[in-house]
């Protein structure tokens, strides 16, 4: 499909909005004003509780609170483990969200670990000579990786908020990297998927094949150089890692095969600090992912279009159709206006302002789909479930939710020989080709298209929630549908659910194009399925699951702390600590 066409189709598809009947919203609902709870709370936690996608990460992060760390210091031992432990999500070699909370401060601070577009990575380096997205290189191999972030973020951690020094928090990420760690299903059968594109690069078969065939469950996998490379970064800093020996091997090998990076680009990546999305929804006060994510601002306008109807009153298909329409509007606008704003003006405030919400609400019919294009989507691929996700809160009320990826199952398949260091593929995330589906199905225009040093749209959503009774983390994998995943878990929340319910909640996701409610297999019995369809959506309840979100909760009512982690995933894990 021409971007043109899209657009004007967007253009008519406003207008078909416009001239929708209004749905009188709930009165009740429509006339409440949500308590803003404060960022602050008197008290503090019972102890420490940490969710992640491996329960190795988890007991380390506990063991680094055991060591007198704080939530921060916890996060970089946990954000290492994972790298070590789940290089099919997330790693060294890719980047990632950190939401933390101050508990002493309540103040909220969004570190971006982003990867950055190197300067050679122009638009039409992506289109073959047909001028179509070369999805080779949008997804494998050098061009595909932006300049990693994750490794800047955990020196930034332990050198601004953390209490103990990278020797220490560092320490178990080098020493499961040295010792290894029995593989686990997960690993393997996504090794599996990708082994083709990922045994093209020496480095990566000299890793993965070292015995000669790949990682298969039960074995022992060990990555030594990945050892060596963490305590660069423990002894050096950034300098272990973005300068020097491991510099000139990513240097080296990305131009082995290839692909253009310069040392500029690896010495001057910085993280950038920035305000979080913060609005309110009900009695909670959420916290959430600021661009580059389209995360935050898209949760501001669902949550705020839904605040206008008593979605407790309301039967399942209708409370599902009301969702899943401001979802709709919400991908509509990532498409268009979200991408890195250090580049691009986001009109951040528009977008997460009340009165906006109030317009999109105005353009949903009770019992009506809008339809999102006049010509059928594209098929939503199925979202393998990388990128991961943890939640940790301290005993002293201190809050991380972090998400951290390398993309696709096993980021570009290219690790960089000596290093142990597994290159991300996340340029695919940038709109490569306009009006070109990515990977996940959802694309953009000229605020996502790819510039030297800027930030490819994400939709990463780490967020936190504040009620004056209540206080959560929450996040999760799966790509564009992220956002939905962690919609729904506010919804669990606010009805009341505890954090291991959250986790469990059966998904459902629209992202706009393709015009297609997709569902697993839990999430609707088959009248809604039928009430929908005769509003006018399609539902496409034969997906599978997806996601694997991790959560952590201190119910202040009754003092207690507890985790959720996601039981489609048998290898997360959440566990509390309390304090002696
Ligand atoms: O930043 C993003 O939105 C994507 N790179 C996340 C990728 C992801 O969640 C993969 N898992 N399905």
Not at 228 to 239: F, P, V
């Amino acid at each position: 499909m021409k971007p043109i066409s899209r657009l004007s189709q967007l253009l008519m598809l406003a207008l078909v909005c416009l001239v929708l009947p209004a749905y009188a919203a709930d009165k009740h609902a429509a006339g409440k004003t949500a308590k803003v709870t404060p960022a602050t709370h008197a008290g503090h936690p019972p102890g420490a509780a940490i969710a992640s996608a491996h329960a190795l990460a988890t007991d380390a992060g506990l063991q680094t609170i055991k060591a007198g760390g704080n939530a921060f210091d916890a996060a970089v031992t946990v954000s290492s483990v994972l790298s070590v432990v789940e290089p099919i999500s997330s790693g060294l070699g890719g980047g990632g969200f950190f939401l933390l909370h101050d508990g002493k401060t309540g103040k909220d601070i969004f570190l971006d670990a982003r990867e950055i577009a190197p300067k050679s990575a122009t638009p039409q380096a992506y289109l073959d000579k047909n001028g179509d997205l070369d999805v080779n290189r949008a997804h494998n191999g050098p061009w595909s990786a932006g300049i990693p972030g994750l490794p800047a973020a955990l020196v930034r951690l332990a050198n601004k908020y953390g209490k103990l020094p990278l020797k220490t928090t560092l320490a178990p990420a080098i020493r499961i990297a040295r010792e290894g760690f029995p593989v686990y299903l997960r690993l393997e059968k996504g090794y599996a998927q990708r082994s083709k594109v990922m045994e093209r690069y020496p480095g990566t078969r000299a890793l993965y094949l070292a015995d000669g065939d790949p990682p298969k469950v039960g074995e022992v996998f060990k990555q030594a150089d990945l050892a060596r490379t963490l305590e660069g970064l423990a002894d050096k800093g950034l300098d272990g890692f973005y300068r020097g020996n491991v510099a000139n091997k990513m240097l080296a090998s990305v131009k082995a095969e290839g692909g253009e990076w310069t040392a500029r680009e690896l010495a001057g990546y910085a993280v950038r600090e920035r305000e979080p999305i913060v609005f309110p929804y009900r009695d909670w006060r959420i916290v959430t992912a600021p661009p580059p994510s389209s995360g935050g601002i898209a949760l501001a306008e669902i949550l705020q279009v839904l605040e206008g109807w008593g979605l407790s009153k309301l039967d399942a298909a209708h409370r599902t159709h009301l969702v899943v329409e401001a979802m709709r509007r919400a991908y509509r606008d990532r498409t268009i206006y979200l991408g890195d704003p250090d580049f691009v003006k986001v009109p951040v405030a528009r977008l997460t302002s009340p009165d906006y919400a109030a317009g999109l609400r105005a353009t949903i019919h009770p019992d009506k789909a809008t339809p999102s294009d006049l010509l059928p989507g594209q098929p939503a691929p199925l979202e393998d479930d990388e990128t991961t996700h943890f939640s940790i809160i301290d005993a002293d009320g201190n809050m991380v939710a972090a998400t951290q990826t390398v993309n696709l199952l096993y980021g570009s398949g290219m690790v960089v020989p000596g290093t142990g260091v597994l290159l991300n593929d996340e340029m695919d995330d940038f709109a490569l080709k306009p009006g070109t589906p990515n990977a996940f199905g959802v694309m953009g225009f000229a605020a996502n298209a790819p510039e030297a040093g800027k930030r490819m749209l994400s939709s990463m959503t780490p967020t936190f929630m504040f009620s004056p009774d209540r206080v959560t983390a929450l996040g999760a994998p799966g790509g564009s549908r992220i956002i939905t995943e962690v919609l729904v878990g506010i919804l669990g929340y606010d009805d009341g659910l505890t954090a291991q319910q959250v986790a469990a909640l059966p998904r459902y996701h629209h992202q706009w194009m393709p015009d297609v409610i997709s569902a697993e297999p839990d999430a609707f019995d088959a009248d809604t399925i039928q009430a929908l369809e005769a509003m006018g959506h399609e539902v496409n309840a034969g997906e599978g699951t997806w996601g694997n979100l991790q959560t952590v909760e201190w119910d202040r009512d009754t003092d207690t702390l507890s985790g959720g982690s996601d039981p489609r995933h048998p290898d997360g894990k959440a566990a509390v600590l309390l304090q002696p």
